[in-house]
Every structure is written in structure tokens, then in C-alpha cells.
């Protein structure tokens, strides 16, 4: 599909990178774990042509051949340069870590939305009741110093989490884990306290990743506690160990494990990696990040906007997105973006007429075309994310309810918010921009959702009103005091979360709020999340990939919630509500497969709409481009063999289909 360029934006965007080209790059020191003299190297600034080849014996600046080096980008630096270790506070995992090195009890298959053993060998074998488990463990897998992999550390994680307080899963392990046992070196027996049907899906990867990541007994137990341990030498199960890294947590450099054929990876698929060394690395600002792209000075990126796309694709021809074409991303990235109450604060955050007074205060076509120009799946509901199977399984069944959905107004009257006429109206908006968009509305509809919550001021203040706001000449009141919030975003990356969040801060003060927006660093965002100290932020505390929605949802069990200013088990938002936490007890003790489970999530479902702890924007819109001048084929629309999901613990086998470019 062909679309007006914009000429202008791209001329201002190109003239910067040149600029940034002449001005040259920085040199950066190294640091290796066995000590090695830093290696550093200026930036090859020529952009290659579309038919020429990598050119043979160049070096990367880690002193790596760049032809068996695939460089990823990290989105953020870490804090913690070398601390590998997962159960220690502050370990960034998505730089590399939980992607190459860590061991998952189970996998996914994104393409089939189906988990797989990595660790386990297949899935448990319960008793009738689903209170007892027998988990076989795949022979094999060998640790990277050569031990074998074997059930004593399955078993030593286990315990490991449940007898440690600092480590932050240790509560909910406790609610749901009786005891954790070895029957045979390769057999584990797992009880729990009540019937739990879900082990694998709870205990395994269904999206991002796990919190359960085994580690290797021999090691970590000499540890007096482990939350203290870095780890800045890790022997770990994956295909790739730590080779060097950035003493400033700019980058991490992997190496392929010599004996790959022993690592899960290697076990589960007998498929060897083909880029000897992963490198990871952090890019700087987004003039930087377009620059190495372009350049060939990284393969993968995770996330750009479409601006910069269409700078990057104008300037080398070996750049592509998930799609050739518009909408170039993919929009079933199972993490939707939108706005997270912190609920555990109390008033009004906690009062469900506040928070749907916000969503119908907000105008979602202009927030729309502030994020990505309109690309993207409008995905308004909280926790379960409008991927296209969600729409499917989820929001279509439910939409005559959802047509008829009220919200009382507290003055005799109410309103219906959702509105299912957001697709034809951004199709038309973007066919006016010169876009050619189809007409059939149920391609509209997968292209840009089933609909939205309406815009409409007027319901807006009467709930505002009902939640205990007071409306005066300068502005809003709570409690007899003006009543100012914070609007709190992850900085420099993860583009449309923060653009979603500047985008309703617009909204919100031209409807008549004091708001202050603030960014903050990845160490600051993470710890306000877990800890719920933020007033109203840009979290995306959602998923769906599988039609049992029990391992998205769990986390938001009230049992959880603890105060504000600690780390607990559950979700952030601290969301307290006793209908929905019963549900979650009920389909904790049904198979995934009972026909009940599906009907209790649908009630799940409604609930959450009806409370809205949680307003989505758009499903997980990704532009996440790639350069096929070193490596190829990366799963795209055409070849969907995986999702472009980088930053999940599934890489390390995306790691075994990208292939060197001849």
C-alpha cells in the first residue's frame, strides 16, 4: 500500500543524521570478564548499498568478527553492570539475560499460542485433584561448567524462593506451594496447598517471561543470601554464556556456548544458534539508534516510531518492518499501553467513577493519532489485551453486552461508553492523510479494533463529581484542597507507552486537571511500579496469548495486595475487588480445559470493564525493524515462524533461525 510521504519531516530528520554523522562517535572502553584490555573502534559512517556484500574480516568495536556477531538493541542501560543474578534486586533481564541465558520449566510456541517443556520434560502429570504434580526433567541439559542439569536444582530454586523473604515472589510461592521434592534425579514431585490445575501456565512462559528461572544448586547454595549474590560470572543452562560487558551497563556481549548441543536450547531443538556472539547493546537517543540501523551497526531494534522508520527505510533498502507496507507493525504484541491507577493510594484513585470519569474525559481518535498517526488495535479494556485472538475469543462474544454496558451518572442518568464506531472513523481520518486503507469493516476491525470508550465531557464531570470532586472557577478541588495528580512515564524508550501518557496528559489539562508529566528512569519506573508509589502512569500491566486467561490475571488476586511502599507478589495497580478475586480462586482449581474456565473468564472480563483499573490505548503496536545486510531471516508477516518478540525469553530460539547473509 503506497503512502504520501511526508517530505518535509523527512528532509529535517535526514539533515540531523547527517549532522550526526559528521560530528562522529564516541569511543567506548570495555570491560571483560577475564580481564581483557578494552576494545574500541570508530564508527563506520558509509551506508552500504542494497546489493553489496558484507564485507569479510571487519571487526565489531568489542573486537568480535561482525559476521558471526548479531548485534541487539537493549532499550535502556542497566544500573546493575554485571549482575546477572534474576532473584537479586535491580537485574535488568531483558538485556540479554532471561533471552540467552536463563532456564524456563517451560516454554512458548508464539505462533500456536501452545507452551512446550525447556527444563521439564513435557508438561506435569497431575492427580484427579490437582493437588499433586509429577514433573519430569529433560536429561541432557548441562549447566555451561559441564554439570548436569538434574531435578536437585529444580528443587533448590523452589525452596530457594519459598525460604527467602527478600526475594519478592516468596509470598505467593508460600500461598500456593506445599512442599517440592525429588523423587529420582530426573523426577520432581510437587505439592500444592489447594487444587492448582495451572502449574505449567503459571510457572512456565505464556508471554514475556517467568519469574521461576532455575539455577544451578551448585552454586548458588553456597550463598549465605542469595539477594546479595551478582553473579557477575554466571553459569547458566541457555545456548550463550556472558563473554564481556560495559562497566557502565551500556552493552553485554554473549558467546556461544562450545558445547551448545548441551544447553536447552540445544536439548529441546538440536538446532545450533548461528551467531557465535550476541551482542547487546544500548544505542543512546533515538538519532543514534536511527543512525546505527542505517549504518549496519546493529541488526534488530526494539522499538521505533514511524517517523524514524521511514527516515531509516529511506536511507538503507535492507531495513524492514513486520509488514513490507502500511501498517509495517504488528499490533498483536500482547502488552496493550494505556494509563494504571495506583489504587492502594486511596481516594478518588481507588473509586471506579474517578477512574471512568478520566477514560470519558479523554479523546481517544486525538490520543490515537498522537501515539502512531492512528497505526494500531484500540485496546480500551484492562488486563486482557485486544490482540487479534483475544478480539476473537473475548470481545466480539461479549460486544451485545458491551452495546448495552451503562455507567450511572449519580443524577438519575446514565451513559453507554463504549463507542464501535472508532475503526471506520480513523479509516477515514488516515485515507484523507493519503494512506489507502480498506473499506471492509471487518478488516477494519482487526486493523483497528472492535472500538473504544467515548469522548464525552459532559458524563465525564458528572462521574467526577459522583467520585467527590468538587468543580470551581480555577480548577478542581478533593477534599476542600486543589486537586493536583502526577502523570509519570518510562523515559527514552518505550515510545508508545510514553506517548500514550503525554498524549492523555494533553487531554486531561485541556479538560481542566492539574497534572504534572514526568519521565523517569528505568531503576525509578521499575521500583514506583512495584511498590505503587505514582499517582496515574504509563504501565502495561495486560497480556493475552492463550484462550485460558488464568496466568494473566492472577496477579491481580486482592490476597496479594500489599501496603504501598512494599514489593508484593500481585499487581502494582493494587486493584481490590472481591468478585473478581473469588473468579480467580475458582479457575485456580479448574483444568484449563473445562468449559467453565472460559465462562468465568468471560465474567472476569465484564467486571474489570465495569471497575476499569486499567484504560488501554492500543494493543502492543510494534515497529521493530530490522537489517538483513549481516543476518536474515527474521520472522516477519511473511515468514511468521515467531513473533518479533526481541526482548522475550523465547529469542534464544529465534537465535536458531536467523542465518548469516552469504
Known amino acids: 500500500m503506497k503512502k504520501i510521504k511526508r517530505r518535509v519531516t523527512a528532509f529535517i530528520m535526514i539533515v540531523m543524521l547527517l549532522s550526526f554523522m559528521l560530528a562522529g562517535c564516541e569511543n567506548k572502553a570495555s570491560k571483560t570478564d577475564a580481564g581483557n584490555a578494552a576494545v574500541t573502534k570508530e564508527a563506520d559512517t558509509?551506508?552500504?548499498?542494497?546489493?553489496?556484500?558484507?564485507?569479510?574480516?571487519?571487526m565489531t568495536e568489542v573486537g568480535t568478527p561482525r559476521n558471526d556477531t548479531l548485534i541487539v538493541e537493549c532499550q535502556s542501560p542497566t544500573d546493575t553492570p554485571g549482575q546477572f543474578n534474576s532473584y537479586m534486586q535491580g537485574t535488568?533481564?531483558?538485556?540479554?539475560?532471561?533471552?540467552?541465558?536463563?532456564?524456563?520449566?517451560?516454554?512458548?510456541?508464539?505462533?500456536?499460542?501452545?507452551?512446550?517443556?525447556?527444563?521439564?520434560?513435557?508438561?506435569?502429570?497431575?492427580?484427579?485433584?490437582?493437588?499433586?504434580?509429577i514433573v519430569k526433567i529433560r536429561q541432557g541439559i548441562k549447566w555451561s561448567d559441564g554439570e548436569a542439569l538434574t531435578a536437585d536444582d529444580v528443587v533448590f530454586t523452589f525452596n530457594m524462593i519459598m525460604t527467602n523473604t527478600g526475594i519478592s515472589q516468596n509470598a505467593y510461592y508460600n500461598q500456593i506451594f506445599k512442599s517440592v521434592e525429588k523423587t529420582d534425579d530426573y523426577t520432581v514431585k510437587i505439592v500444592t496447598k489447594e487444587s492448582f490445575p495451572r502449574l505449567a501456565q503459571r510457572f512456565g512462559v505464556t508471554?514475556?517471561?517467568?519469574?521461576?528461572?532455575?539455577?544451578?544448586?551448585?552454586?548458588?547454595?553456597?550463598?549465605?543470601?542469595?539477594?546479595?549474590?551478582?553473579?557477575?560470572?554466571?553459569?547458566?543452562?541457555?545456548?550463550?554464556?556472558?563473554?564481556?560487558?560495559?562497566?557502565?551497563?551500556?552493552?553485554i556481549l554473549y558467546e556461544r556456548r562450545e558445547d551448545w548441543q548441551s544447553s536447552t536450547v540445544g536439548v529441546v531443538t538440536g538446532k545450533e544458534p548461528k551467531a557465535k556472539y550476541v551482542w547487546f547493546r544500548n544505542l543512546g537517543d533515538d538519532t543514534s539508534r536511527q543512525m546505527s540501523l542505517i549504518?549496519?551497526?546493529?541488526?534488530?531494534?526494539?522499538?521505533?516510531?514511524?517517523?524514524?522508520?521511514?527516515?531509516?527505510?529511506?536511507?538503507?533498502?535492507?531495513?524492514?518492518?513486520?509488514?513490507?507496507?502500511?501498517?509495517?507493525?504488528?499490533?498483536?504484541?500482547?502488552?496493550?499501553?494505556?494509563?494504571?491507577?495506583?489504587?492502594?493510594?486511596?481516594?478518588?484513585?481507588?473509586?471506579k467513577d474517578f477512574r471512568w470519569g478520566i477514560a470519558l474525559a479523554m479523546n481517544f481518535d486525538e490520543i490515537s493519532q498522537n501515539i502512531f498517526d492512528g497505526v494500531g488495535r484500540s485496546s480500551p479494556f484492562p488486563i486482557i489485551t485486544n490482540t487479534s485472538a483475544a478480539q476473537e475469543l473475548y470481545v466480539k462474544p461479549i460486544l451485545p453486552w458491551l452495546e448495552t454496558f451503562e455507567l450511572d451518572l449519580g443524577d438519575g442518568t446514565a451513559v453507554k461508553p463504549?463507542?464501535?464506531?472508532?475503526?471506520?472513523?480513523?479509516?477515514?481520518?488516515?485515507?484523507?492523510?493519503?494512506?489507502?486503507?480498506?473499506?471492509?469493516?471487518?478488516?477494519?476491525?482487526?486493523?483497528?479494533?472492535?472500538?473504544?470508550?467515548k469522548y464525552d465531557p459532559q458524563a465525564a464531570e458528572k462521574l467526577l463529581l459522583k467520585a467527590g470532586l468538587e468543580k470551581k472557577e480555577d480548577g478542581w478541588y478533593f477534599n476542600g484542597k486543589p486537586f493536583t495528580f502526577n502523570m509519570t512515564y518510562l523515559a527514552d524508550t518505550e515510545a508508545q507507552a510514553g506517548r500514550g501518557t503525554q498524549a492523555a496528559y494533553d487531554q486531561l489539562t485541556k479538560f481542566g486537571f492539574k497534572v504534572n508529566l514526568v519521565s523517569e528512569s528505568s531503576a525509578t519506573w521499575d521500583t514506583n511500579g512495584a511498590t505503587g508509589q505514582f499517582d496515574i502512569a504509563g504501565y502495561w500491566p495486560t497480556g493475552f496469548i492463550t484462550k485460558d486467561i488464568?496466568?494473566?490475571?492472577?496477579?491481580?488476586?486482592?490476597?496479594?495486595?500489599?501496603p504501598i511502599g512494599e514489593r508484593g507478589s500481585g499487581q502494582s495497580g493494587r486493584w481490590n475487588n472481591a468478585e473478581a478475586t473469588e473468579i480467580i480462586h475458582k479457575l485456580a482449581k479448574l483444568s484449563p480445559d473445562d468449559p467453565k474456565a472460559y465462562e468465568l473468564g468471560i465474567d472476569f472480563f465484564k467486571i474489570a470493564i465495569e471497575e476499569l483499573p486499567f484504560i488501554g490505548f492500543h494493543s502492543g503496536v510494534?515497529?521493530?525493524?530490522?537489517?538483513?545486510?549481516?543476518?536474515?531471516?527474521?520472522?516477519?508477516?511473511?515468514?511468521?515462524?515467531?513473533?518479533?518478540?526481541?526482548?522475550?525469553?523465547?529469542?534464544?530460539?529465534?537465535?536458531?533461525?536467523?542465518?548469516?547473509?552469504?
Open 622 to 662: 510494534k515497529f521493530v525493524p530490522t537489517n538483513s545486510t549481516y543476518w536474515n531471516n527474521y520472522p516477519n508477516a511473511e515468514n511468521p515462524y515467531n513473533g518479533p518478540w526481541w526482548w522475550w525469553s523465547c529469542f534464544k530460539y529465534i537465535t536458531t533461525e536467523i542465518s548469516p547473509v552469504q
Open 207 to 251: 508471554i514475556w517471561g517467568n519469574d521461576l528461572r532455575i539455577v544451578p544448586e551448585h552454586i548458588y547454595s553456597k550463598e549465605a543470601d542469595v539477594t546479595q549474590f551478582k553473579d557477575s560470572a554466571p553459569v547458566v543452562a541457555g545456548p550463550y554464556t556472558v563473554k564481556a560487558y560495559d562497566e557502565l551497563g551500556k552493552w
Open 92 to 133: 535488568q533481564m531483558g538485556f540479554g539475560i532471561h533471552q540467552l541465558m536463563s532456564a524456563m520449566m517451560w516454554e512458548i510456541d508464539t505462533v500456536k499460542g501452545e507452551q512446550f517443556g525447556e527444563v521439564a520434560d513435557g508438561m506435569p502429570q497431575s492427580n484427579a485433584d490437582f493437588t499433586e504434580h
Open 418 to 453: 463504549f463507542d464501535s464506531g472508532y475503526a471506520e472513523r480513523i479509516a477515514g481520518i488516515l485515507r484523507d492523510k493519503g494512506y489507502d486503507i480498506p473499506t471492509d469493516h471487518e478488516v477494519l476491525v482487526d486493523m483497528f479494533g472492535a472500538g473504544s470508550w
Open 295 to 351: 549504518n549496519n551497526e546493529v541488526d534488530i531494534l526494539c522499538e521505533v516510531t514511524p517517523e524514524m522508520l521511514e527516515v531509516m527505510t529511506a536511507q538503507n533498502p535492507n531495513i524492514a518492518c513486520w509488514y513490507k507496507d502500511f501498517p509495517y507493525a504488528t499490533s498483536d504484541d500482547p502488552c496493550s499501553k494505556g494509563l494504571l491507577f495506583s489504587m492502594g493510594k486511596g481516594a478518588p484513585y481507588d473509586n
Open 46 to 58: 558509509k551506508t552500504k548499498d542494497e546489493n553489496e556484500p558484507a564485507p569479510a574480516g571487519e
Open 550 to 562: 488464568y496466568s494473566q490475571i492472577n496477579g491481580w488476586d486482592a490476597d496479594l495486595i500489599v
